[in-house]
């Protein structure tokens, strides 16, 4: 089968694998959707993701497809269904998983991380991460499953609450699902920072109130003209530690900080802890996405959120490395590969 394998820092071939082996709990799924992940451009770039990557590996994490085999045991699914899979499977034994902190798993199996995943023609899937696809949800939306569901993990810890100010910071996939999220959780007003014009048109037409450009404009003194006197949320979806500040004096008194963005494993942050004391700030973060992919496929599937405004043209297996090599090229929205292109 045609697949994409990392090998190392900057080393991704296009190549032949040989099709995966399924065990008797397995389904094969021919794969028609695989989301860029900015998890992926980290490994890409010799960074540890959520998950320790031993190459060489099929990467590709968040991806939906056809099943094609069954395993003897497989009970859940069956051939001819449309499915989008949880990548992360627990094994159900150590102390996190037995304490209801299963995604702190000691023995986690991470497809696209610790194993083969998704970029590549198929992939072979334990049935308890297979979920199916609703009527109305294509392969391209069911590969947005995974990062909602992370979203939804995020959202969950940040206590929003009917009548909340809220901030985003960050007009990428995630900052776009997060401004809907932060709607559909009832704040009454909701803002976007982000550099770039064309997201930030995106922005308002899934419901941001304000789109605010950090660097042509001050975004405290917009903010205040906008009406956000008590800003009770922010969610920093950028990674990068200026922002993490940003979010942290943008965040009235009580504010949840939530630092959702992937910064380089080594980064430190410098912050003020006096600041944090005289607002009294919880600042938290989020790591994958526990229980909730099926409540992510439901909204998915309902159309009351829009996974679709944010996302380029497919892509074949050939165009990934580009992907992930050039910023650039990822300003532009978030890429779905597609193998048997």
């Not at 391209?140 to 939804?152: I, K």
């Not at 699902?177 to 909701?190: E, F, H, P, T």
Request: with cysteine.
């Amino acid at each position: 089968m045609k697949s994409a394998v990392f090998y190392g820092r900057h080393d991704l071939r296009v190549e032949e694998s040989p099709m995966p082996q399924l065990g008797p709990q397995d389904v094969l799924i021919q794969v028609k959707a695989c989301g860029v992940c900015g998890t992926d451009v980290h490994i890409y770039e010799g960074d540890k993701g959520a998950a320790q990557v031993t190459p060489p590996t099929i990467l590709g994490h968040e991806f939906s497809g056809l099943v094609v085999q069954v395993g003897e045991q497989v009970t859940n699914c069956q051939v001819g269904d449309r499915v989008c899979v949880d990548p992360n499977c627990y094994c159900g034994s150590c102390a996190p998983c037995r304490n209801g902190t299963a995604h702190f798993c000691e023995h986690m199996t991470g497809y696209g991380t610790t194993v083969n995943g998704g970029f590549a023609e198929y992939c072979a899937v334990n049935q308890r991460q297979v979920y199916k696809l609703g009527e109305n949800t294509t392969y391209a939306q069911g590969a947005m499953t995974e990062p909602v569901a992370c979203c939804l993990h995020g959202i969950d810890l940040c206590h929003i609450q009917p009548g909340h100010q809220v901030v985003v910071i960050g007009g990428g996939m995630i900052g776009l699902l997060m401004l809907q999220l932060a709607r559909q959780a009832g704040a009454a007003k909701v803002a976007l920072i982000e550099p770039v014009a064309a997201k930030r048109e995106t922005g308002l037409q899934l419901g941001a109130d304000v789109c605010i450009d950090p660097v042509n404009e001050d975004v405290a003194e917009r903010l205040a003209r906008e009406g956000f006197s008590w800003v009770n949320t922010v969610i920093e979806c950028v990674g990068r530690t200026e922002t993490i500040q940003q979010a942290i004096q943008i965040a009235g008194p009580k504010a949840v900080v939530m630092m959702f963005g992937l910064t380089k494993p080594d980064d430190e942050l410098p912050i003020k802890p006096f600041e944090v004391f005289q607002k009294e700030l919880e600042i938290t973060a989020s790591f994958i996405n526990p229980y909730t992919q099926a409540r992510a496929l439901a909204l998915i599937d309902s159309s009351r959120l829009d996974v679709s405004s944010m996302v380029c043209p497919p892509c074949g297996l050939d165009r990934l490395e580009a992907i992930l090599a050039d910023p650039q090229l990822r300003t532009r929205g978030k890429y779905i590969i597609c193998p048997e292109m």
